[in-house]
């Protein structure tokens, strides 16, 4: 990362200490960002979606026997006690989503962190159910979506008050300067998540949790190892994920090929170097190939 150029410009929404905590642990929640009219807005969209996942079998299956990709829904999905796992690309299926993310407070702080040059690569919307919505491994990011180099983060918001038990997000501070780990297992496949022989130098007992009031913004680096239990309390916990970059870091996969806002600009303009950072990076199966699928699907897939 550009440190000094970034700290130098003048901050947007962020605290001085704040960016700087931020480049030196990797990670931040933020109180009290989202307003409640942008909150509302977000509510009730989702609330939307929700109805319209009863319509579905826990495949994904509606009425008509085709699969509706927008969902991926827990085992346990019924059209009586709905079970979502993850809205997928939300600013792909509703404007209201991607109004939010190219015009809410989440591109300030972007800029605040990447510099004024900031593009828009991809967004999901995470629910951690209630009563056992899955948890999410040690793991991550930029090995799911490759760049060339590591100014990328994501932001997330909680849409609802997210208290210690209902399973925030984890983060291990400075983990963003220290390896990039294997999601492969020992046979070749991809999991989506760090092996549990190497778990003994992530050091998660020295995990921060992201919670906070409805509103409240967590950020994280591409290379923070990140986390969450499984949210046993009985209120679900919809997180809104969106990943930004900065300009002159291109993505090396098609991932998100076709998406109808993947490197959109949403601040500033492009870059005309593109520039490589010397760290590798591990790269994931070939997603044109073997088809994309959710974390908690990878995850999952391998207990």
Not at 170 to 175: A, D, K, L
Not at 235 to 264: F, M, V, W
Not at 278 to 303: A, C, N, T, Y
């Amino acid at each position: 990362m550009l440190a000094v150029e970034v700290l130098e410009a003048p901050a947007k929404v962020l605290s001085q200490a704040q960016r700087e905590k931020y480049l030196a642990d990797g990670y931040l929640g933020i109180p009290d960002v989202v307003e409640e009219s942008w909150l509302t807005r977000l509510r009730d969209v989702t609330a939307g979606y929700v109805e319209i996942s009863r319509t579905l079998d826990h495949n994904g299956i509606g009425p008509d026997g085709t699969k509706d990709k927008r969902f991926d829904l827990e085992p346990d999905h019924t059209s009586d006690a709905p079970r979502i796992r993850r809205l997928n690309s939300p600013v792909d299926v509703d404007d209201v989503y991607w109004a939010f993310a190219s015009e809410g407070p989440f591109v300030e702080v972007a800029q605040d962190l990447l510099g004024e040059d900031v593009k828009f690569h991809h967004s999901k919307l995470n629910f951690k159910w209630s009563g056992g919505g899955e948890e999410v491994k040690w793991h991550q990011d930029i090995q799911f979506w490759p760049h060339t180099n590591y100014d990328v983060l994501t932001l997330g918001v909680y849409l609802e008050d997210v208290s210690d038990e209902m399973a925030p997000m984890g983060v291990i501070p400075e983990s963003h300067e220290g390896p990039l780990f294997d999601l492969y297992d020992q046979a070749g496949s991809w999991t989506g998540n760090i092996r549990d022989e190497d778990l003994p130098r992530v050091e998660v007992g020295r995990a921060a949790y992201l919670g906070g009031q409805a509103g409240t913004v967590t950020v994280h680096n591409c290379r923070s190892i990140h986390g969450s239990p499984p949210n046993m309390s009985p209120r679900p916990r919809p997180l809104l994920l969106c990943a930004y970059s900065r300009a002159d870091a291109l993505p090396i996969t098609n991932l998100t090929q076709g998406g109808k806002h993947s490197e959109e600009f949403v601040a500033g303009r492009p870059a005309r170097w593109a520039r490589f950072d010397p760290r590798p990076v591990l790269m994931p199966p070939d997603w044109s190939k073997v088809g994309q699928k959710s974390i908690f699907e990878h995850q999952q897939s391998k207990k």
